[in-house]
């Protein structure tokens, strides 16, 4: 895989890092693990307080543009980021819904 970084900036209110880069390969498009094990090996950066927020790949094209945050802690990733993230990265187990209790039926006179 041939990383491009597009560009990257230092977000201190959120404390994290934004990265924007690009990614080539050959084949089938890459799992998420690999995306960030490539993005981490180029700006140095610890893959476990990495989150991929965006993939995209154009039909007929051999890449994707990558928008990733990389926090400085496991907290601040856990505090700033919303639950569908965390569970898509798997940070975290999808949260059970509550199912509602039968309401009782009415009797038709």
Avoid: W
């Avoid at 230092?10 to 993005?39: C, W």
């Amino acid at each position: 895989m041939n990383v491009n970084v597009l560009s990257t900036h230092e977000n201190k209110l959120l404390d994290r890092k934004e990265v924007e880069a690009e990614i080539a390969f050959d084949g089938a498009t890459p799992k998420r693990a690999d995306l960030k094990q490539a993005i981490s090996g180029k700006i140095a950066a610890n893959p476990d307080f990495m989150v991929l927020r965006k993939v995209a790949s154009s039909f007929g094209k051999k890449s994707v543009k990558i928008t990733a945050f990389v926090y400085h802690s496991k907290e601040s990733l856990m505090s700033i980021e919303p639950v569908h993230v965390k569970v898509r990265e798997g940070f975290m187990q999808k949260p059970e819904k509550k199912k509602k209790e039968a309401a009782p039926k009415k009797k038709k006179v």
